[in-house]
């Protein structure tokens, strides 16, 4: 019986999955199978490299329930990594075939179809077999002991071991550990060994004695230096690290074991530093003094044969291909280290004739794979699995000259000099991490990887990024008297899709006379508790007094609102309002509202019932619903979709539904008179954009209510409704790089910026602050900050895409709107109207908001500490309308005043350092991570790798996106 191995019965687990395909096959059966049963486990966890034991089995069953003999069986492996025996197995005279899966060398599942070829009518079924990494393995070492070479070089040949579970299969997947002593004094000079004839394989050079040279000073160096710390064995159970020793002369012992929960023994390796080389190979430079990866170099030195392959070449332990020789100069292919993403550094290189090794020298190498060379406002976007996989930032700048002198001004030695010194020639850049995944489901699992030459191991466990959290202080402001009518419209518009719902197509009639200022109306009022609306008859009924009738607006109040109200003189003051300005600039963009109910006009209905759908000071402002656009079947339309069903409770009218003024709170918070005027507007041009937008795409689409936006793209153009409204109301242009001192010139104008266009801001700060996690494109928390922060993207990056696109944007917007000819919808509708790839989108607008908003990691010592060598918010545009940096350091003078927020708004970015380090991140779809990175003067180099969360490089499908902009 194997060790460790743990199944699960199949009457316990439904884990079998019936699955409808098979291919013909000939071979003829005598009683017709109808039936698979599984015998064995559904799902068995092994140890890699083993086998299942018992085999997966599966019995073949006529109709009647009777064993089949005879039967061919087919096993497969649909899914990982293993071996099957046998392949095909026929049925014994129980019914019963079986087959063994060995798993790979590494750890993982795989997943087995069971299948009759012959009989396609019979559904396979599929088992899964979980390899999980040795709990016990045995080290052996395959190359590299007892190797000599002179004192601060690097050995030519890695510590290389194989690990090999207890059966003799080879252990991939297992973490090995390596430790080194060293020489505890400057001992006597070793000689070397007596030169040998050829070495054979595998076998340890060694390099000639030389005069002893006075005894090495102590350095950081003195202790040698393993290129990995830990190691992952590969799918032949193999590892190793390449050593370079110390600058201390005498014998050093590395240590090998396994760890990670996993138990070994130690091997140990020797390695001996002599003081200096010596012998008839000399190395004396290498090119122009750098080697680059995967490109030819040209090795000068003496001793060297003219047949290539009587020399070797050995590069940071790997095996350089010689392509030409004499006896002064050797071209040679320098390795690609493809394998693993490694940064730049230094590699050992050094040069065996037969059984002569020359010294070695130290070289600086560039990695092959994409380098990281901007300027400060430049990005570099990389996307999809392939590119994603490696990226390079190159060591820091050099130390000017004294920077490594003797202690003091300018810093001891190998240490960076004064802050002013670092921060003149520090690089800063923000790395962005994203996926490009449009779906609500398409979460994006990664695992980000950073190495360093000084450890480059990568393979430790890694740090988990957790989701930003809005503080709780914060989340509380910002809900303070914000409207709910996210969670209202979407969960409606789900309902009416669900129940399809048919909208009423309207029949071209005559229009409608308006009604008079007293007249009485009747409103269904459909939305409860749960806030979303029902289509059940009867609904409740609102009962409103006409207070004022303008050429595009019916102002409707409750005759149940509370006393306190606006005057006759304001609501005719309000109905101008509406009229000269907001319905004008709305309507410019998006079109106008459909008319369904004929009387040219949008009802406006202000009614205690949506005050009492609030939540202490969360209150509903005001809402549309979509369902007022449903066949009632009470009118005269028509039913878009003749097979939907209606619903009673649609006004079959364009309305807004409003608060009443409340001043005395009667119905929940407060709504003074003066707010209930000061925010109307804002609130009109929101949800005229929604009727719009709906009234456009639902009744002409034959997918009926399934052809409104997605919910997110529609909340970021009624967004976009409130600015364009209120620049209209202070007279200002579109594209003119408006700071906050051009809308706030007067106390008038202060409060219109108030009202139309600071919420706009402050959703998208709260989605900065919200970093990393703040949602998109969806969102689970439609009725709070989630709900608020989706808001801020959304109308951010409409703002930024109609400012690139130029010329009229009302042109853009419209198009946008209506979706075009097949109503696309969300990411689709964009890519449509901008003719660029949603990925192209995404990385553009996080570049505009890591070099245009300040970040938390930089100290937040105010506004007054702005860089003025800092970059513009942003590439450079030909039209932009908003300095958007400006408005944010503007309302971070004094937050609570201005933005109503108690904290500062900022870009809140994970600061990364040059380090070896792992971090798990969990991606939403469309969503972005940011980081920050400063390189200062002697920072080493760095490689970054983007994989999926089980280390293996990411997907096709997954969408992996990664931007890098410089900031400094």
Known sequence: MRRGARTVLAGMLAGVLAVACGDAGSTEVGSPPTTLVPVSAAVDTIVTGEATDPPIAVRVEDALGNAVEGAPVRFVIVRGEGELSPGVAVAGRDGVAESVYRAGPTPGQAEIQADIPSAANVPPLRFLVLAEAADTVLLSIVEGDGQQAEAGSQLPLPFSIRAETTSGAPAGGVRIAFDWTTPEAAPDVPEAEEAPGQLEAGEAPAVAEAQEPPAPEESPESGGALTHDIVMTDADGRGGAVFTLGSRAGDYRIHVFATGGVYSDTLSFSATALASPGGAVQLDSVGNGRLAAGTRALLHGSGFRPVPADNRVWIEGTAATVVSATETELTVEVPAFARTCLPEREVGVRVLVGSDASNGLLLPIEPANQRVGLEVGESLTLRGPVEVECVQFPPGAPLAAGETGDAGETGGAGEPGPPEVIGAATREYRIVIGNTGRSASSRLPLRLTLRTPGDMSGDGPATAVGRGVIDAGIAEAALAGTRRDIGIRARTLTQLVQARISPLRPDGSTAVSAPAPGDTLEYFFAVGAELAATCVDPASTVRGTVRAVGEGVVLVEDVAAPAGGPTEEEWLALARALDGTVLPAVTSYFGPPEDIDRNGRVVVLFTPD??????????????????????????????????????????????????????????????????????????????????????????????????AEEVWLDEALSGLAEEVAGLAALGLPVGDRLTFDRVSETPEALDTFNAYMLGNFRNLGLYMLGLPGAPTVSTDDLDGVGGLQMRGFGWFLLRRLADQAGGDERAFFRSVAGGGENHGRGVANLERVTGREWANILADMSVSLALGARTLDEGMEGPSGEDPGAPEAGPPLAAATWNATDVFRSLNEATDARSGLPTAIALRAEPLGFETRVLSLDVGPSSVQYFSLASVPGAPGLSLSLETAGGTPAGETAEPLITIVRTK
């Open 610 to 707: 949506v005050n009492r759908l609030g939540d202490g000071e969360a209150g509903v402002g005001g809402f549309s619903l979509p369902q007022d656009l449903a066949a009632s079947g009470r009118g005269d339309g028509e039913l878009s979709d003749p097979d939907g069903g209606i619903c009673p409770a649609s006004n079959e009218a364009e309305i807004i539904y409003s608060v009443s003024a409340d001043p005395d709170a009667t119905l929940g918070r407060a709504v003074s008179t003066e707010d209930l005027l000061r925010e109307t507007p804002a609130l009109v041009a929101h949800e005229v954009q929604h009727i719009v937008n709906a009234g456009r795409r639902v009744p002409a689409s034959s997918t009926g209510f399934g052809a």
